[in-house]
């Protein structure tokens, strides 16, 4: 997957941003876990263009595995959705309970996540 390291407002996230190779597996998101470890940054943000098909079908499973991944590693997820009206009703409801917690986050352009990153203080490496 394609990345960049963003320090913006003196944080620094690891931007994922897409569309040649998208997160389709566990072992992407492994891969993820890996780059926030080798940066020492644990501060994510994923664009849905770097999200596979499956990521959003609740069926394969891939989006809760990925969030327990996340959890488990400490990584902090802030993923934009520009368009929530191609989501259907099952992924909606657990984005609105994953948003719930600290952990990972949805946004619907990148200055709201950019803003939720920046009042992360555990995460976030200089």
């Known amino acids: ?20 190779k998208k997160l389709s597996s566990e072992q992407d998101v492994v891969d993820c876990i890996s780059i926030c470890m080798e940066n020492n940054i644990y501060t994510i943000m994923l664009h849905s263009n770097a999200l596979s098909e499956d990521f959003f079908n609740l069926k394969t499973k891939l989006a809760g595995m990925a969030l327990q991944k996340f959890i488990n590693y400490h990584v902090k997820v802030a ?48």
């Open 1 to 20: 997957m394609n990345y960049k390291i963003v320090n913006k407002n003196n944080n620094k996230y690891i931007e994922f941003a897409s569309d040649l």
């Open 79 to 126: 993923v934009i959705i520009e368009d929530e009206k191609k989501l259907n009703e099952r992924f909606k409801e657990m984005i609105m309970e994953a948003n719930k917690g600290n952990n990972f986050r949805t946004f619907n352009n990148i200055q709201d996540a950019e803003n939720w990153i920046s009042k992360l203080c555990d995460g976030c490496h200089l």
